[in-house]
């Protein structure tokens, strides 16, 4: 089977700061891989080399076995901790937003039936994650919680392969933060997600993920501590989410 | 006590204290003026406030023996022409080019000296050109207005466009969005509450152009009659004019924040007071 992500000795500088070094890596689809790290060690980087925003200073990175595209595109989404809604846009507005440039390049907008069509997919994916209330509110009406997962219903009406989320639950308190655990889940396993999450909460990213990936240095100079980068020190399956898709994901990797 | 930077005015006394600078402003010119028609009863500096009324009643209703037109209206109507003209095409001009130049990179390291460097010529320096150009009819003095603003809305705006969080262009990337439809539905939609700002910003340097074009060379207009009964130290005509300037500036920038605020509730939702 294609792994849907391959990197391949990838590095990433900026100057003479190594960030990530000698990085190989290879999930699978539908794994959801959790990303920890001390602050600064390159996490939020190896999002963006996914998304394409960076492209790498060594080595490449295949997506479904092709060279990754050089820009962000509709199959991969994100999330990330701000800044992810559009605040000119209502909510409904925001997720129809999509829709409505996949289907009209030039206007960038949708009319009569084909607008409706979009719009009750639209409303289909808020009620999903429990804003099917909130329609017409505009995203800085919204708490936060309220605001992320507008993000990720944004995100997911475009069916993308692949979720980035980079640190998306950090601002919000503990008891939303289990409700927003339980959505993220529930969408992974209906979407077919291939999930990158990065977290400062190493419970979380054993909780929710089928794979934990530690980033740290490999090797650490005190007189030049940016000549070297980080990779990732432990790559652990796990499963408390689901023990089920776990087996099926360990079973499709050895295939 | 609290501390003074935690003192906040009642609704009475906001208004109170918004009033307390006029009401002393015109004390002081009420008592300057009686002073010196007391000296000398045909003084024409400060005439007294009855003067002024009276002049301003013939202003606006008693038509001009010449063109049988109420002065006061045609000077407006010809002014807020000029005005409207040199702020619209100024403000076009400036959307466009400020999100070409705080979109597109390209652009961006293709222009942006050149429009720095442009924005750095004094206005009233290239007039005498603008009336060998355009002659001394309406053109020069909607393209004075057009020079004199336009560089700083296209910086502004550049600006603005760089500012959005880059989040929200890469987000809209992730959604397939092509360069022109994150123009359109991205960027565009953001700043044209910015340009509204910008636009209100530079309302007063407008005028300053409007007036000292007309002041130049003009037949009509508010900056013309001002300049033209200058030359009799027509104060009454003069000083109900500036206030008539300075209400319709007001009433400008006002209207323009209403519209701000009921097309684009989104980006006043954070405002205080409300
Ligand atoms: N555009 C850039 N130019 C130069 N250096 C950069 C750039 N982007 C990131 N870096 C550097 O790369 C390192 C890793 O940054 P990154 O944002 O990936 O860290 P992170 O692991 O996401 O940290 P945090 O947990 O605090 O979000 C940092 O030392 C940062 O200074
Ligand atoms: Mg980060």
Redesign the interface.
């Known amino acids: 089977m294609t792994p849907r992500i391959r990197f391949e000795n990838v590095w990433m500088t900026y100057g003479d700061q190594v960030v990530l070094e000698r990085l190989n890596l290879t999930v699978a689809p539908g794994e959801f891989c959790t990303i920890v790290g001390a602050s600064g060690c390159g996490k939020t980087t190896l999002l963006r080399l996914l998304?394409g925003?960076e492209t790498p200073s060594r080595g490449r990175i295949l997506l479904d076995g092709e060279p990754l595209p050089a820009?962000?595109?509709?199959d991969?989404?994100?999330v990330?901790q701000?800044?992810?809604?559009?605040?000119?846009l209502s909510v409904l507005g925001n997720v129809l937003?999509?829709l409505?440039?996949?289907a009209a390049?030039?206007?960038?907008?949708l009319f009569g039936g084909a607008r409706r069509n979009a719009r009750d997919e639209a409303v289909a994916m808020l009620e999903a994650v429990g804003l099917g209330q909130s329609l017409g509110k505009?995203?800085?009406?919204l708490s936060g919680g309220m605001q992320q997962r507008l993000a990720l219903a944004?995100?997911l009406v475009?069916h993308?392969r692949i979720l980035l989320l980079d640190e998306p639950f950090g601002a919000l308190d503990p008891g939303i933060r289990r409700d927003m655990h339980e959505l993220v889940l529930r969408l992974w396993r209906e979407n077919n997600l291939t999930v990158f999450m990065v977290t400062h909460d190493i419970r979380e990213g054993f909780y929710l993920g089928t794979r934990l990936l530690v980033f740290d240095k490999l090797r650490y100079d005190p007189d030049a501590p940016q000549a070297y980068g980080a990779g990732i020190t432990y790559d652990l399956p796990i499963g408390q989410a689901d023990p089920g898709t776990l087996a099926e994901v360990l079973a499709g990797g050895k295939r | 006590m609290k501390r003074l930077i935690n003192q906040r005015p009642g609704p009475v006394s906001t208004a109170a204290l918004a009033l307390l600078p006029f009401v002393v402003l015109a004390l002081v010119y009420l008592l300057a003026s009686d002073a010196r028609l007391a000296e000398n009863p045909n003084d024409k500096l400060l005439p007294s406030f009855t003067t002024l009324a009276e002049s301003f009643v013939r202003l606006t209703s008693v038509p001009s023996q010449r063109t049988g037109e109420i002065l006061l209206w045609q000077d407006t109507g010809a002014s807020l022409r000029r005005l409207a003209q040199g702020v619209g095409i100024s403000a076009a001009i400036g959307l466009i080019l400020g999100v070409a130049l705080g979109a597109i990179p390209l652009i961006r390291s293709g222009f942006a000296p050149f429009v720095a460097v442009l924005s750095l010529i004094p206005p009233m320096a290239v007039l005498p050109v603008l009336f060998i150009v355009f002659g001394l009819g309406e053109v020069s003095k909607v393209v004075l207005i057009i020079v004199g603003i336009t560089p700083f809305i296209v910086r502004d705006l550049q600006q603005r466009v760089q500012e959005l969080?880059r989040?929200?262009i890469?987000?809209?990337?992730?959604?397939?969005?092509?360069s022109?439809?994150i123009v359109?539905?991205?960027i565009l939609?953001?700043v044209v509450p910015r340009l509204i700002d910008a636009v209100r910003l530079s309302l007063g340097t407008a005028w300053l152009f409007l007036i000292s074009a007309e002041a130049i060379a003009a037949t009509e207009g508010l900056g013309y009659r001002i300049f033209l009964v200058r030359r009799y130290l027509a104060m009454d005509v003069i000083l109900p004019y500036v206030v008539w300037i300075t209400i319709l500036a007001y009433l400008t920038d006002f209207l323009l924040k209403q519209i701000s605020r009921r097309a684009?509730?989104?980006?006043h939702?954070?405002e205080p007071g409300r």
Do not use: C, D
């Open positions: 998304l925003e820009e962000p595109g509709p991969r989404g994100i990330f701000r800044y992810s809604v559009f605040p000119h937003l999509g409505e440039l996949r390049p030039v206007t960038g907008r505009y995203p800085t009406q944004q995100s475009m993308p | 969080p989040e929200l890469i987000k809209a990337q992730t959604l397939g969005a092509n022109w439809q359109l539905r991205v939609p953001q684009f509730p989104w980006y939702n954070g």
